[in-house]
């Protein structure tokens, strides 16, 4: 199975910073990368597929770059509604792992 | 607009099997454009892929649960389904039912399921 390392675990940031998650892949998953923002007591929400196509809805504030094994995530000018728990998944083969999540507080 | 639900026991018996359904709506499971999925989150952690299947009825586990858990398809009545055996408090946790494209695009609301006497 194909491991995915995020970090940091935990990250504080205030409203109108930028802040950069990464996802680190056991092998290389070529560009086979998703993002996803979970809010408190409910489902997960695509925020980024293949490494860095923003899914359609998403503000143009969260971006996605990396290749093979190293992948980021950036949020530009945080906003309230940004502060919540970001995982990466692979969808390079199955099983489909995640990585452990980051979870974004305000400062 | 695609929407799932999950259904299904909340209270599940230590050793007992563990089963959920999936209605979609606003969309077709017989649809060879994506893979349908479930995924877990024990309460206060992170994600879990549990497996996928697809509509011709192929199907994909995770290394973890494939000796214990089927995920099978109804196209008449539009829904997919999860069934987990032997079942331990270590499945207690929140099972979505998931659509898959280019990433995990739709998912249903989620249900609690517990694992207890």
């Known amino acids: 199975d194909i491991q995915m390392t995020q970090s940091p675990s935990s990250l504080s940031a205030s409203v109108g910073d930028r802040v950069t998650i990464t996802c680190r892949a056991s092998?290389?998953?070529?560009?086979?990368l998703n993002w996803y923002q979970q809010r408190p007591g409910k489902a997960p929400t695509l925020l980024i597929y293949s490494a860095s196509t923003v899914q359609s809805g998403v503000p143009s504030r969260f971006s996605g770059r990396g290749s093979g094994t190293d992948f980021t995530l950036t949020i530009n000018s945080l906003q309230p509604d940004d502060f919540a728990t970001y995982y990466c998944q692979q969808s390079y083969s199955t099983p489909y792992t995640f990585g452990q999540g980051t979870n974004l507080e305000i400062k | 607009q695609v929407q799932l639900q999950e259904s299904g026991p909340g209270l599940v018996k230590p050793s007992e099997t563990l089963s959920l359904t999936c209605t979609v709506s606003g969309g077709s499971v017989n649809s060879g454009t994506y893979y349908w999925s479930w995924i877990r989150q024990p309460p206060g952690k992170g994600l879990e892929w549990i497996g996928y299947i697809y509509y011709s009825g192929s199907t994909s586990y995770s290394s973890s649960l494939k000796s214990r858990v089927t995920i099978s398809l109804d196209t008449s009545k539009n829904q997919f389904s999860l069934r987990l055996n032997s079942v331990t408090a270590a499945d207690t946790a929140v099972y979505y039912c998931?659509?898959?494209?280019?990433?995990?695009?739709?998912w249903g609301q989620g249900t609690l399921v517990t694992v207890s006497s």
């Open positions: 998931a659509r898959v494209g280019r990433g995990t695009d739709y």
């Open positions: 092998q290389t998953i070529t560009t086979y």
